[in-house]
């Protein structure tokens, strides 16, 4: 099984700040890396897939980056609207597994 | 409008056993792999099951192969879990997706969520 390790844990930001998500594997998922967007109440929502690729209506601040087993969300300035909840999701090999989540937060 | 419905959540003893729907709409739902996405309260997202577009590919997480059944049926657009011997750690909101890629699936439509909650 792949474990993803996400860090930080918590990321506190005041609006208009950078936001830099990492999400390690333990080994190489190639560029099947995937993030989502939860806030509280509601369900996730895809951001980006593999790797790069910005789903359909996600604003141009969120881009992804990296291959292998290091990857990085980047919310160039955060915005109130994205205070939540990040997870990463490998979708190289089964069995399907996520990280354990980055919250970002108001400072 | 594209969405996901899930019902059949509610309480249930341990050892009991539960049957979840997922009523497809807006879109060419046999075209489409599906999947069960669950999280336990105040936790992080687990994969529960997949089955693809003609139910020839089932995938489960280890945590419920042997009790949990994942079908669907392309007439009515829908996806089922029939999830049997339920246990205390079982207890999660039960996600719906859409799988949006070839095998092995992202997510890229969800349901709201239905809540199975396992105690006696």
């Known amino acids: 099984e792949i474990v993803l390790t996400q860090s930080p844990a918590i990321l506190s930001l005041s609006p208009g700040e950078r936001a830099t998500l990492s999400c390690r594997a333990s080994?190489?998922?190639?560029?099947?890396l995937v993030w989502y967007q939860q806030k509280p109440g509601q369900a996730p929502r895809l951001l980006i897939h593999?790797?790069?690729n910005r789903a359909t209506g996600i604003p141009a601040r969120f881009s992804g980056s990296g291959s292998g087993t290091d990857f990085t969300l980047t919310i160039s300035g955060v915005e109130t609207e994205d205070f939540a909840v990040y997870y990463c999701?490998?979708?190289?090999?089964?069995?399907?597994?996520f990280g354990g989540g980055t919250k970002v937060d108001i400072k | 409008e594209v969405q996901l419905v899930e019902s059949g959540g509610g309480l249930v003893k341990p050892g009991g056993s539960l049957r979840l729907s997922c009523a497809a709409s807006g879109f060419t739902f046999n075209s489409f792999g599906m999947n069960w996405v669950r999280q336990a309260p105040g936790k992080g997202l687990e994969w529960v099951s997949s089955?693809?577009?003609?139910?020839?590919?089932?995938f489960y997480a280890d945590s419920v192969k042997g009790r949990f059944t994942i079908s669907r049926d392309n007439i009515r657009n829908s996806v089922y879990l029939q999830m049997n011997s339920l246990r205390a750690e079982d207890t999660a909101v039960y996600y719906c997706a859409r799988g949006g890629s070839a095998l092995p699936y992202y997510f890229d439509l969800w349901g709201q969520g239905t809540l199975v909650t396992v105690s006696s």
């Open positions: 089955i693809n577009s003609g139910s020839d590919y089932i």
């Open positions: 593999d790797a790069t």
């Open positions: 080994q190489s998922v190639s560029r099947y």
């Open positions: 999701q490998q979708r190289t090999s089964w069995p399907l597994t």
